[in-house]
């Protein structure tokens, strides 16, 4: 016999045939309740990980980690501005930008977001170089005139590679027939497809010097957009290269572009980790049932122990101890079996669409047409430390009650 002697005795009791085949089937329940509960929360925060880490990599596609503008105004020196953010360690890219909304016409008309960029620097910040899937990136030359759509906005426009748009700018020109708006003919020369509407649809790309002239703005570019080697030091760095260029500047980071959005993501992901954390409680506090059938079974034994000599102390650690056995069982089993299906949640999507004969996200529907999973340490270990103190909890008002066992009365019928 090793010691401590709760120990044995409740490790003991979890290997003993029980004369009451329903405490072992209530308790083999527990463990699986247990079990499918982490593994189900697991699963499902590894998921929610994955949209969300697909999705912020697809908006800082478009969306730089840091912007730098001109307050009321443009920028002239840009080329010093984007000299001085190279300067800063913190900053892997830089690139100038001009920002306006326009009005595209086509075989038919939609309003948009015209973005005038470097084709030659543009690369260092966003990943639309690498998303045109029509046409060439390095069609865009200053003074061509191309422009580059998004794949929804040129299927609105009725439009493809060779054809041409006109560009309506929001000012105005003297003419002898009058005021009139600014206007040019542009020719697409590719199409691009980030996975976003809200790009998609409504941007069109052409040369930086070409929307500085549309635009009227003498040279000048609305700002610098910066990556950086730390996305979530974006705001920092923006006002340190601010401050550095001297005047006023407005900054904006990725999170404030997009902050509504971020933050309903968290939301959703914490109310799914609040719901299952509560699946998850239920099938512990199974254990509670389990336990206090066990003590009603063990009535007699328990009066033994006492008359032997034990503590309500050491009574009460051997249901403890069980409790947390059958615990520790089923969160291992669930942790073993969450981990497996989050790395391969796809391939399992993949096989029950098989299966059963359906697409769960069909891909001319749904821009992200598989589950992405992004399984992270720190919740695994988090769900764990969670579900094991809820079962330790569990195992307490059981092991409470039978430590108020009184020999005289458990034994006044044996």
């Known amino acids: ?27 083999l329940v527990s463990m699986l309740g247990i079990a499918l509960g982490v593994a189900a929360l697991i699963t499902v925060i590894s998921v929610m990980n994955g949209f969300e880490k697909e999705l912020r990599s697809r908006i800082l596609g478009m969306v730089s980690h840091a912007t730098v503008t001109g307050f009321g105004e443009g920028i002239d020196d840009w080329r010093g501005a984007i000299t001085a953010a190279r300067e800063d360690a913190r900053v892997v890219g ?58 929804e906005l ?29 206007l040019r003919q542009f020719t697409v020369s590719g199409i691009f497809e980030i996975g976003m509407a809200e790009y998609d649809r409504g941007m069109a790309i052409v040369h930086l010097e070409d929307a500085s002239r549309l635009m009227r703005m003498g040279g000048q570019v609305s700002g610098v957009r910066l990556k950086l080697e730390d996305m979530f030091r974006a705001w920092v760095v923006a006002a340190d290269l601010a401050e550095r260029l001297g005047g006023l500047y407005r900054i904006r980071d990725w999170t404030q572009e997009h902050s509504n ?22 099938a512990a506090f199974n254990l509670v049932s389990t336990l206090v059938m066990l003590v009603t079974d063990k009535q007699a034994d328990i009066a033994i122990l006492r008359t032997l000599g034990a503590t309500p102390g050491s009574v009460m650690g051997i249901f403890v101890i069980q409790g947390m056995v059958s615990g520790v069982i089923g969160i291992a089993a ?28 069909p891909a001319e529907i749904y821009y992200i047409s598989e589950l992405p999973s992004d399984l992270r340490a720190a919740n695994v270990v988090t769900i764990t430390v969670l579900a094991f103190l809820m079962s330790l909890v569990a195992t307490l008002y059981p092991a409470w009650r039978a ?12």
Do not use: C
Not at 336 to 361: D, H, I, K, S, Y
């Open 1 to 27: 016999m090793f010691r401590p002697l709760p120990a044995f005795i409740g490790l003991r009791y979890l290997r003993a045939k029980r004369r009451n085949h329903f405490i072992s089937f209530i308790s």
């Open 94 to 151: 830089a690139a100038p930008f001009v920002e306006r909304e326009v009005m595209i016409q086509g075989l038919r008309v939609s309003g948009g977001f015209l973005r005038g960029v470097d084709p030659a620097l543009e690369p260092a910040v966003s990943d639309v170089a690498t998303k045109v899937v029509e046409g060439d990136w390095n069609s865009l030359e200053a003074g061509r005139w191309r422009v580059i759509l998004g794949r």
């Open 154 to 182: 040129a299927l609105w426009l009725g439009v493809g590679v060779g054809d041409t748009v006109t560009i309506y700018a929001p000012t105005l020109r003297s003419t002898p027939a009058g005021t009139l708006p600014t």
């Open 261 to 282: 959005f971020f933050r309903a993501v968290q939301t959703e992901r914490m109310v799914m980790f609040v719901i299952l954390s509560l699946i998850v409680a239920v």
């Open 334 to 361: 669930g942790v073993v079996g969450g981990v497996l299906l989050a790395m391969n949640v796809t391939n399992v999507m993949r096989f029950l669409e098989g299966v059963f004969g359906f697409q769960l996200m």
């Open 403 to 414: 430590a108020r066992t009184q020999p005289a009365e458990a034994l006044r019928y044996e």
